[in-house]
């Protein structure tokens, strides 16, 4: 069977694009595109002269019919092809790679124990390990080193190749009779080794999963070009190649050229993307590139050649980040494969702080024997002060020491946040680099409000029992309805707003910061340090709730930030910020339906107060399955089991819908590749509310069984389709 070589392209080429395409789509945003625009541009205009010399040359041709037409030696499909390949290639490469919170690889298992650059306390006897812990030298990496050795290398292939095309063209008496057999091969090696032994010495190398790209992007063109060169697509010169073959129709050359130039179009896509990660990691580069082509590959070339060293706190605290991940919750580890890799960074980031955050304040004691309610109160106060103090200074010295200007002003910044963290009782190495990971990361990108507003969270999970109440007749003993807080709806909303509407703002804020640069059309915002562009954050979190917290940065908010980004601009960040609000305090909602009797457990109630009618009732939740509960006398443990509760829980959801109904158009205004993975994460925990309901409100201790299947293609539905 005779291909022509635009059927080639229409069989072999552009389906597998299509599909690529096709499953990376929501997560295509300017970084993907200028990648793809980048490369493309540069095989074309590399490749074109190169190629016109080898046809003029006779080194390969095409059968009459074969092709629509030349422009100069080359025909039209040909430079068609200097586009799909690339764009083949790094569609693959997005995919296959996609997993990876860092797209290179850095080996920080070198690194001493006693010190590990943060991880340890400040206060070691050991006086040599403490210098090496406070010197900035130290404690800086470079992640994009340059390589000269390795590309000696390739130079040294590029020489040979120099030697090959001498041969083939000037007299030499040691030819071996290969004279112009090696031409071919010679010109292969001239013209593609240079550009990688460049790209080598800058520091470019390849991962586990960008070699998996390599080889199977080259296997599926040897594939191509095997079945066009037996179908007659075009033809390879006997007399310009070796006669080696690799298997019937595919010469030694051809299977070299199809693995050079995959394995540069892999090794470029894959420090475009070690650059574009560092905008995120280093504090003076501007986390989201413009998204004006000709800016942004100045930028990475600007980088490239002048690559900023990262603080080794911050690839160890991303390490110790998705071991807590993977430990804490396999949902969200799942769920944030539907964001890309810059905005995993940052949920990863808030996801640990979160939960060492979180698991600090519910446990507070290794031992059991230390926890009497007396002590666990005053340690549970003590640990929320001093997450609130080293956020606040955590803010203070990023204000006072501008990023842009000094990303390690001095080693006194960092003993300062490190005495905050010996506050607080029983902290581990892995708890303090989530706390270093934070104040390295996030200050810069999601403004303060939203985790002083978890700490209010934290503050009204702290008015409950502090130690769970193990009979009725202990519940019956106190003024159980003193003991907890959730009053009324009002109060319930309150609460939720603190510990889900606070995140949910603040993946707005770092949706902004790092896909959305205001470089282009606001030349005077701050792209270096995004927060100080959210100028109406103040006023938004301070009518959210009146909170002290927040008041009290007014003091530390630098007043001279950037001038006003636009009016329109700014009301519809405003607007997405309290839709974004509404949205995660439904969810809350929905987490609170599922968890009523797993919180009862703890003697934690959630269900406002103005719900029941009597205390006996509030009794009956706290005591699900008791022969007496309305009797404060019985000694009836508490049990673990079903229970029903769908008149509450019908409440909650109800309430839960119209506010999901209210906020999900505010979607629409988030920069577009954040768009699918919200959706996925709001879909996903919206099935457990129909699971709920499906149970009639019959739940058990562990919440409630969501189908498998079913979440996953609600999720993958929502994801590539809205």
Known sequence: MTFTYMQIHLYFIIPPIFLLWSIYRPLIGRREVIKLLWLGFMATIWTTPWDNYILSQDGWSYPPGSIIGKLGYVP?????????????????????THGRLLPFDVDLNDLKSGSRFGLSSPKLKDEKAKSEDVDLKQRRIQTLSRRPLASLFWIGISLLGLRLVLQTHLYAPLDYGLKQKMFYLGWILVWINPVIAFLTYLGARLTKADWATVILGTSWLWVVDTIALRSGSWSISPSTTLGVKVWRGLPIEEAIFFFLTTYLIVLSSSLISHIHTLLVLSPNLPPCPPSNPLAHIGLLAKVAFNSPTID???????????????????????????FGREMRLGLVVIYAWCRVTDNLIDDPFPTISEQDSSSLDQARSKILEAIRKHLITTYRLADIYPAQNHPEPSSNSGSELDEILDEIPNLTPSDRTAFHLFSLIIPRLIPIYPFLELCDGYSTDLQFPSKPLTTIAEAGSLDISDKLPIRTTEDLLHYADDVAGSIASSICYLAWSVLDSDLDRYPSSNTTVPVKNYTFADDLHDKTKSQSSARSMRGIRSEGGVAKTGEARQRKQLRVIQSAREMGRSLQLVNISRDIIKDALIS???????????????????????????SASSTTTKPHTESDHSGYIDRLL????????????????????????????????YEIAHAIRSSEGAITERGIKVGKWTRMRK???????G
């Not at 799909?84 to 296959?96: A, G, N, V």
């Not at 080794?312 to 580890?333: D, H, P, Q, V, W």
């Not at 999720?715 to 389709?721: D, N, P």
């Open 654 to 685: 109800s309430l839960a819908d119209s506010m999901r109904d209210n906020s999900l158009s505010a979607i629409e205004d988030l920069p577009n590749i954040s768009k699918s993975g919200i959706r996925t994460m709001i879909i996903s925990y």
């Open 715 to 721: 999720a993958v539905k929502a994801f590539w389709l």
């Open 76 to 96: 039209i499909e040909e430079h068609i092809f200097f586009i799909l390949q690339p764009i083949l290639i790094i569609l693959l490469h997005l995919i296959i």
């Open 604 to 630: 934690r109630l959630y269900i406002p107060i103005s719900y029941f009618d009597s205390p006996q009732s509030i009794i009956s939740i706290l005591f699900p399955s008791s022969p007496d509960s309305g």
């Open 312 to 338: 080794r706190r911050i690839l160890e605290g991303l390490r110790e980040a998705e071991k807590t991940l993977k430990k804490g919750s396999k949902s969200f580890e799942i769920a944030k494969l539907a």
